[in-house]
């Protein structure tokens, strides 16, 4: 083996093991389930899903020696797209003009590596101008796309589980 | 032509290892709109099974930090007025010794829950503090946040 190219191969190696980063875009087919609801199915008027994510923020956070760069408005549409179709499938109506609004931005995510991948995420809830924080505390993982995936699916079980917003709804 | 690939992997193996021993960074970020300073009351939350009393450490580095109105205690006695919630997750690894591997602080609007800053720092063995070096450490890097990311 030529002199260079060891040399290629160690420098490659060790670039690959410092460090790589990691775009994930979480799925839009997410499952919350499962979860427990009050006996709250079918009630209420319509109401509207607003991203009100900033559609530009790219949030950068280290998990073990992965850099992440986590698109905001990517995890809003993966978090907002599970949690329409657990409230339709609890029987909600949702409504692109219905006047009923809950504002829905995620205005953090940091991935942790506490021995496994973690990730923490944070939303932030308008309704009728009064604000609500969710904090996820969701499994660890191996993988890291997996542990992202728990999440956003923590936020959707915290946000139609968070009281605020199930009065909101029912209303 | 054998030996050479030998020594080659042998490194390989060596760097993976020391790579292993040597992973550092301190992580923070203050959100837009939020804003951290000495006029705020702040509550650092405990924890129940926290022998070492970090929430102490992190109210005294704190106050030496300039933010004067810092009391600590359990989440169900967070005193009336109270501004600023503030958490933090700590993760223990043995090598030797315990040591601390990830410290983790928010601070948070106690009146909604809302993230308002966050700052994680990350020490493996062979690059180890202390608990009041990693909250130094933590509380700077999200004090002297400038929208840098990592």
């Keep these: 083996m030529g002199r260079i190219k060891a040399v290629t191969l160690l420098v490659s190696f060790a670039v690959v093991i410092a460090g790589c980063t ?52 990517q995890y809003s549409a993966a ?39 973690r990730c923490d995420m944070n939303v932030r809830i308008v309704i009728e101008g009064k604000v609500i924080g969710i904090a996820t505390d969701s499994e660890p993982n191996h993988s890291d796309s997996k542990a992202i995936n728990a999440s956003i699916a923590d936020a959707v079980r915290r946000i139609i589980s968070n009281e605020e917003v199930l009065t909101y709804l029912i209303r | 032509m054998k030996s050479k690939i030998l020594v080659i992997l042998s490194l390989m193996i060596v760097l993976t290892a020391l790579t292993g021993c040597y ?36 109210s005294k580095e704190m106050s030496a930090m300039g933010l004067h109105h810092v009391s600590t205690g359990p989440e169900n006695s967070i005193p009336e007025g109270t501004d600023v919630i503030v958490l933090y997750e700590d993760r223990w690894m043995w090598d030797m010794t315990n040591y601390l591997i990830m410290l983790k602080i928010q ?13 994680q720092s990350y020490r493996t063995s062979l690059v180890r503090k202390s608990v009041e070096g990693m909250v130094q450490e933590t509380l700077v890097g999200i004090f002297s946040y400038d929208e840098k990311g990592v």
Excluded: C
């Design chain 2, 23 to 58: 992973v550092q960074y301190n992580t923070s970020r203050v959100l837009p709109d939020a804003t951290i300073n000495p006029r705020k009351t702040y509550y650092v939350i405990s924890h129940e099974n926290d022998p070492r009393q970090i929430d102490l450490v992190i």
């Design chain 1, 79 to 117: 978090l907002i797209a599970s949690l329409e179709r657990e409230l339709a499938k609890n029987g909600f109506k949702i409504s692109q003009d219905a006047s009923k609004e809950i504002d829905i931005a995620v205005i953090d995510v940091e991935m942790a590596f506490p021995k496994k991948f």
């Design chain 2, 107 to 119: 601070f948070r609007d106690a009146s909604n829950n809302l993230l308002l800053a966050r700052g």
């Design chain 1, 22 to 73: 990691s775009t994930y875009k979480p799925p839009l087919d997410i499952h919350a389930a499962p979860y427990v609801l009050p006996n709250i199915s079918g009630s209420g008027d319509p109401v509207r899903i607003a991203d009100t994510t900033d559609p530009n923020a790219i949030v950068t956070s280290r998990g073990g020696s992965i850099t992440f760069n986590s698109n905001l408005s």
